[in-house]
């Protein structure tokens, strides 16, 4: 239940991101020994020193990033890249197979209508009928925009939080701990022991459309703030503690610290936090749904996930679930993109 | 200035940060308490009796009677150590070899895969539930693991890769040219140096796998291989049970995540640094 | 025909789950206890064959179904019948997939309509080995056979009949001095306050295993739909000519959920049991199909009346009628003929008289119903009332989607009946053009 999209935009950013904060990484052991470090994409061998146990034949380290091709390829480079393909098959394999496979299936799908025996093409059909003229679509649509709100705020919150427990407060790592307990509840859990609250102590709330999504906005943050809260630690746990000093000496206050000076350089952390948790509400919660009230009532708590669900495996109707699939992909990959631009423009610009 | 400005591990101490303390820990305690709330109102209610009025450890020592939440915990576990396992075997030295070991067209792969984060399971779900009926492979755990192995697999892949490219090929180097071959490379140098980051993806897998609804909810119907998950997700729609015996069931069924959690979670810190940072 | 959740008080899920998919899923691997395949007509003359059920028997009816196989195990030497139950969650989808696998059962229970209009091309047509003059009188086969018409290809055979029904509490309504059920809204209302006068809720609706409110809203729509249509308008609805949200049907939903408004159901829908409550003599009305006869009748005893939905503004003129389960033998089974032959057993008198006796409703007009059921039958067989189906068997699974998931709303009031039924009207248009061209003939139209 967590991390399901963790990475996309932890992905991209990958890329694009050379170190230029004043970062200070986690203390490996090797760090030391580590060549100053180029761009992440850069082939290490390439900055190696040349080993006086190399044998001959070895072309000369160039230092850079750029080479490869102009190397001759040696017997060592062969073997490398020979075993390398060996050993990377299997994942190529499992993601080509069992992700890339089905996902293009779902492109073919989602123009068809399909009962998982027979697909006639339907065109667009399938889209108009998911984002516009199908049954409770406005609930549902309107459901997902309120998960979508509620994420920046939610991040906001965990932010303080995190920003909090770096501040230096006791029994830290035993808050950390225990704001991560939610983290490690199946999503079924978390709607079973929410709707068994409920019941209990306001029954009529789940007869409510209104109510009864607020709850789920809630049990959903419930869970996952924990994960944020540890993000964003992370992060902060990087940072040069002389800035702090340095803010504190020139008189800013700690909301200020925390807003105009860390924050920007947080911005990563958060970032990510918010592209996953967003992920996540989009895609990923449909166990927290099925359990809570099983995306009542009515349409009260059925997302365009659940929906998809529904559509498909209780209704029959495989074409329309792959399109709203390939809608939640669509989104999924737009709110990486976003995301991304800025930073990459961020690192471009230092 | 000698006074110190930070802790062992990194955290700042401001001394003007004194006056808003209290306020802070006040409100840091708070979220605890909201955190562990509903936790211990499961507790609670497990305790309470059926019928209503007193405790009782009935609950408890029913629990396998009252729902077969002992099958769904080994119905979880198959898949959650099956996945995990094999996730962070293929997924590690994938990584390593992406790190270090060049081939042609690797940056092409590694972007690939990089970009299937952006395909959620929910987006693939409904070819791949045909495409393994049309083998027979529904019911059957080893496609099921698979399919949990590959969607969480490009995270790994990124993960670990990122890990390995810290790791100086000057080691690496050595023991190549002294005649190692890679699988022994591997085994003896390099996997013992990545213990940090194979308990993270083990860890992390673990939990998505034990916790998630939507695949064992599809790919294993049968009643006797049933996860815990989707035992107490559909108990309503089976027994009328009540909600003690079923929350003490969900705790049951908690107790596996604690101890990978607990077991793990000095890992996690540098995991989530890891896969943000870079 | 989402009778088996009817069947199943213990067993409910929401309907939305249980609602069959048409749709393919393999749940048989070589090797799976579950898996029933296709019987083995093993060495020295040992046949099983294999019955796939809807549910678990136990709690699908009344139990004359396993008494029926023994006897036929008696009278075949070396057959044995092996009944082998299904989650109710995509239970049409298994059987679709293990059909086609060849990898499937003997025989296998089916709805009628559209449940079991896509799984036809993997059923043998059964009039092969049963002859016309047993078919002819079985109650309901209609809704088993091709274009209605059994002559033409039957393909699964009904042992047991259900209507759909409310039930009241005898000694309740003569507490509130109401002498008759009431037979239209107007009298509903009326009867809901003489009880209301005596502390006495008049009727209730919803259950807590369900996750949306609503006992199962599938009953009421049929009587919905068809106080105000014939059933050969039925057919102008499955086809799109009147619309879900046609004006006199959201006036029967409006008619209805004033009931909720006025006070006269009960209100905690959510957390209730109307079963429970009806058995316990806290509610006079509730709304059930004929297979809790057992269930009411050992709680309420010779309290226990039948009376027909009186959804409708002129005073009830219909009453629903539907074997809802039928039997039907896979083409692939190698033991074809002797899988036919037993559901040829299913229908003779003997079994039919089993049936009976536990409290089931024959499909034979020459065994009598026992006990308060028998009124049922009486009643339909009297011609006051037009023998309807049940809508739902006939209508697309997105459709039937909306009825659990909206009348509800509707009937208290969290929405209005107009938006409900607009919600079924889209599902309805958002289908492709080939799904609404449905054409089943009912009423002979």
């Excluded at chain 2, 209503?52 to 020592?61: D, K, R």
Aim: net charge positive; with cysteine.
């Amino acid at each position: 239940m967590i991390l399901t999209g963790f990475g996309p935009g932890a992905g991209y950013r990958r890329r694009a991101r050379i170190a230029a904060c004043p970062c200070r990484s986690l203390a490996y052991p090797w760090q030391q020994l580590r060549p100053e470090g180029g761009a992440v994409n850069s082939r290490p061998e390439q900055v190696t020193v040349a080993s006086p146990s190399m044998t001959a034949g070895q072309p000369v380290a160039l230092t850079g990033r750029t080479g490869e091709r102009r190397r001759r390829r040696s017997g060592l480079v062969r073997s490398k890249a020979r075993a390398g393909l060996i050993i990377t098959a299997p994942v190529m394999v499992l993601i080509g197979l069992l992700v890339l496979v089905p996902v293009i299936q779902a492109i073919y799908y989602s123009f068809t209508n399909w009962n998982g025996l027979t697909a006639t093409s339907v065109g667009f059909s399938n889209f108009a009928s998911s984002i516009f003229s199908g049954p409770g679509v406005g609930q549902i649509l309107l459901n997902n925009l309120v998960f979508i709100v509620s994420v920046p705020i939610a991040v906001g919150i965990e932010y303080c939080l995190a920003y909090a427990l770096w501040t230096g407060v006791p029994g830290r790592t035993a808050l950390r701990i225990i704001y991560f307990v939610p983290v490690i509840f199946s999503w079924a859990i978390v709607g079973i022991l929410f709707r068994t609250m409920l019941l209990q102590f306001a029954p009529d709330w789940l007869a409510n459309p209104v109510t009864s999504l607020v709850v789920l906005v809630v049990a959903f943050h419930w869970t996952t703030f924990g994960v944020n809260v540890l993000i964003m630690f992370a992060g902060l746990s990087t940072m040069d503690r002389n800035l702090i000093e340095a803010a504190s000496i020139d008189g800013a206050g700690q909301v200020k610290t925390m807003l105009r000076i860390v924050g920007p350089l947080m911005l990563p952390f958060i970032d990510f936090a918010l592209i996953t948790t967003l992920i996540l509400s989009l895609t990923s919660i449909f166990g927290l749904i099925y359990a809570f009230n099983f995306g009542g009532p009515g349409y009260g708590t059925t997302t365009m996930e659940f929906n998809l669900y529904e559509d498909g495996f209780t209704n029959g109707n495989f074409g329309l679930a792959a399109a709203t699939g390939i809608l939640l992909m669509v989104v999924t990959m737009l709110v990486s993109l976003i995301r991304v631009i800025p930073t990459v423009r961020r690192f471009r610009a230092s | 200035m000698t006074a110190p400005t930070s802790t062992a591990d990194g955290m700042a101490i401001g001394r003007r940060l004194r006056p808003g303390r209290k306020l802070t820990v006040g409100a840091l305690v708070l979220v605890a308490l909201l955190a562990l709330g509903p936790v211990s109102y499961m507790i609670i209610e497990s305790l309470r009796s059926q019928t209503g009025s007193g405790w009782t450890l009935s609950n408890w020592t029913g629990i396998f009677q009252n729902l077969p939440i002992l099958s769904g915990m080994e119905n979880s576990a198959i898949l959650a150590v099956g996945s995990s396992v094999l996730t962070v075997a293929v997924t590690s030295i994938a990584g390593f070899a992406f790190a270090k070991l060049p081939f042609r067209g690797a940056r092409i792969v590694l972007t690939v895969i990089i970009s299937t984060l952006t395909l959620p399971l929910i987006s693939a779900i409904v070819p791949e539930y045909f495409d393994l009926a049309r083998f027979g492979l529904i019911g059957t755990y080893l496609p099921t693991i698979l399919v949990y192995s590959a969607f969480n697999a490009a995270f790994a892949v990124i993960f670990f890769t990122n890990y390995f490219l810290s790791v100086p090929d000057a080691f690496i180097e050595n023991a190549i040219t002294e005649g190692a071959g890679y699988a022994k490379i591997m085994w003896r140098i390099i996997l013992p140096m990545a213990v940090p980051a194979l308990v993270t993806i083990g860890v992390l897998d673990f939990l998505l796998v034990w916790n998630d609804l939507l695949v064992a909810l599809l790919f294993l119907p049968q009643a006797d291989h049933q996860t815990a998950s989707v035992l107490l997700a559909t108990i309503n729609a089976g027994k009328r049970l009540h909600t003690q015996a079923v929350l003490a069931g969900a705790l049951l069924s908690l107790v596996p995540n604690f101890v990978v959690f607990l077991a793990g979670q000095r890992y996690l810190l540098l995991g989530y640094s890891l896969g943000v940072d870079k | 025909m989402l009778i088996r959740s009817e069947r199943m008080p213990a067993r409910p899920g929401s309907r939305r789950r249980m609602a069959g998919a048409t749709v393919a899923a393999v749940a048989c691997v070589a090797g799976l206890a579950a898996c029933g395949g296709g019987g083995n007509s093993g060495s020295s003359g040992q046949v099983t064959l294999t019955v796939w059920q809807n549910g678990n028997l136990q709690d699908t009816g009344f139990g004359f179904m396993t008494q029926v196989a023994k006897n036929f195990e008696k009278a075949h030497k070396g057959v044995t019948i092996q009944f082998v139950a299904k989650p109710q969650d995509n239970y049409f989808a298994l059987l679709q997939t293990a059909l086609i696998s060849h990898q499937g059962p003997d025989i296998a229970d089916v709805y009628a309509g559209s449940y079991l209009t896509p799984l036809i091309p993997n059923f043998l047509n059964l009039n092969q080995y049963i002859p016309a003059s047993i078919r002819n009188g079985i109650s309901g086969i209609a809704y088993y056979s091709q274009d209605g018409d059994t002559s033409k290809a039957t393909y699964a055979i009904p042992p047991e009949n259900q209507f759909y029904n409310m039930w009241y509490n005898k000694a309740l309504f003569a507490k509130a001095g109401i002498k008759a059920p009431p037979t239209d809204f107007a009298q509903m209302a009326a009867d809901c306050k003489a009880l209301s006068a005596k502390g006495i809720t008049a009727y209730a609706d919803g259950s807590p295993t369900f996750v949306t409110p609503g006992q199962g809203a599938v009953q009421d729509w049929s009587y919905f739909a068809g106080a105000v249509y014939s059933q050969k308008q039925w057919n102008d609805i499955l086809d799109g000519s009147i619309p879900y949200n046609s004006p006199a049907l959201v006036n029967e939903i409006q008619q209805w959920a004033n009931l909720y408004k006025d006070g006269c159901a009960s209100k905690s829908i959510t957390t209730q049991n109307s079963d429970s409550l009806f058995t316990s003599g806290k509610v006079a009305m509730v709304m059930n199909y004929n297979g809790l006869y057992p269930t009411y009748s050992k709680a309420l005893g010779s309290n226990l009346g039948v009376m027909i939905p009186p959804w409708s503004v002129q005073p009830q003129h219909m009453m629903v009628e539907l074997p809802g389960a039928g039997y039907a033998v896979a083409k692939s089974s190698p033991n074809a003929k002797l899988a036919s032959e037993f559901l040829e057993f299913t229908i003779t008198k003997p079994s039919q008289q089993v049936e009976a006796a536990s409290g089931g409703l024959p499909v034979v007009s020459d065994v009598p119903a026992v006990g308060v059921p028998s009124q049922l039958l009486a009643m339909a067989q009297s011609g006051k009332y037009q023998l309807y189906p049940m809508f739902d068997n006939y209508m697309q699974q997105d459709v039937i989607a909306q009825i659990d998931n909206q009348l509800p709303q509707a009937f208290i009031g969290q929405e209005s009946a107009q938006a409900a039924l607009s919600n079924m009207e889209k599902a309805f248009t958002s289908l492709p053009a080939s799904e609404r061209q449905v054409d089943y003939h009912l009423g002979g139209g």
